[in-house]
């Protein structure tokens, strides 16, 4: 490894852990060693970096300019092999990708599939997160593609593609003891009364399609069960009074469950959403396969069709 990224990772360790002896261990070196290469920096740069104290080492003011420029260097230096993996490895490697509840269980399975018919070699490693946290491992090059939420994907950003696809809509839903399940069409006041079950996989987008109907009922929701595990909340609704939200995509996906979707005269929530990706990606053929087919299934659902399998490219 280049000796200069190697002393700006050292560094950076240094100021997140607060102390040489937790960074010395996280670096498996030597504290000496570690000490040596702090010195090294502050007689580069002619300044003290930090502020020995006894709560540990705290950044001077140049020392935090120093940080915010090191972690840089250090996220381009990341981005840069990768970019250059992305080139050398062609059709084989792994694809990367962090997507929302819909995108994560709806539309990329088949896509995947598709995929891995045409590069055999290939790997995928998919995980379902929130955009919110997905980014920022997109930045830290931990993954390689994100599908998600649009308004949390920064703009601007040039290492970084963003291709805006599909406005999807959140819908309510029921199991088989819910006497909403006979009505044909339901308002925003006949939800007030049943036992709600919140998935939380995104805290702050369930506030808001929360407060929504709310706010258009003038009274609160009867939010009986609030869960992390989409799991046990979807088994709750099909056996129990229970109402969830959720993206009607993924609601529509599993029709056998038991679940019912309701017909409600008011959209829940509307929200775009968008791909993002590290812009070399488009080098290698199986990403530009993998990203032709996300934007046709885009474009068939704009226009109308709904449908979540991929199509072939040309």
Same mark, same amino acid.
């Given at each position: 490894? +280049? ?140 993954? +390689? ?56 996989? +995104? ?10 109907? $709310? $706010? ?99």
């Amino acid at each position: 490894m +280049d000796p200069y990224i190697t002393l700006v990772r050292r560094f950076i360790e240094v100021a997140e852990s607060g102390t040489v002896q937790r960074a010395s261990v996280k670096l498996n070196i030597s504290q000496p060693a570690l000490t040596q290469s702090i010195k090294k920096i502050e007689d580069v740069f002619d300044c003290q970096l930090f502020e020995r104290t006894k709560r540990g080492m705290v950044l001077t003011s140049a020392g935090e300019q120093l940080y915010q420029r090191s972690k840089r260097i250090a996220d381009e230096n990341r981005l840069a092999q990768l970019e250059i993996s992305d080139v050398l490895q062609g059709r084989s490697g792994t694809l990367r990708i962090s997507a929302g509840t819909a995108w994560g269980y709806c539309f990329l399975p088949p896509i995947i599939r598709d995929l891995q018919s045409t590069f055999e070699d290939l790997k995928v490693e998919l995980d379902i997160s929130i955009t919110s946290h997905a980014f920022p491992r997109l930045k830290a090059g931990d993954v +390689d593609v994100v599908l998600g939420g649009s308004a949390e994907m920064p703009e601007g950003d040039p290492m970084f593609s963003k291709i805006d696809l599909m406005s999807l809509s959140f819908a309510a839903a029921c199991g088989k003891r819910s006497p909403l399940r006979r009505r044909k069409r339901v308002g925003f006041k006949d939800l007030q009364n049943h036992p709600i079950v919140v998935y939380e996989d +995104d805290e702050q987008l369930m506030k808001r399609v929360i407060g929504r109907i $709310e $706010e258009e009922i003038g009274s609160r929701l009867n939010v009986a069960v609030r869960t992390k595990s989409l799991l046990a909340a979807m088994e709750m609704v099909s056996t129990g009074p229970y109402l969830i939200f959720l993206a009607e995509p993924f609601l529509q996906k599993f029709p056998g469950s038991g679940v019912h979707v309701l017909k409600v005269a008011k959209p829940l929530h509307v929200f775009g959403t968008a791909i993002c990706f590290r812009a070399s990606l488009t080098r290698t053929r199986p990403f530009r396969h993998f990203l032709h087919a996300i934007e046709a299934l885009a474009e068939s659902w704009n226009s109308g069709s709904r449908t979540d399998q991929p199509r072939r490219p040309l």
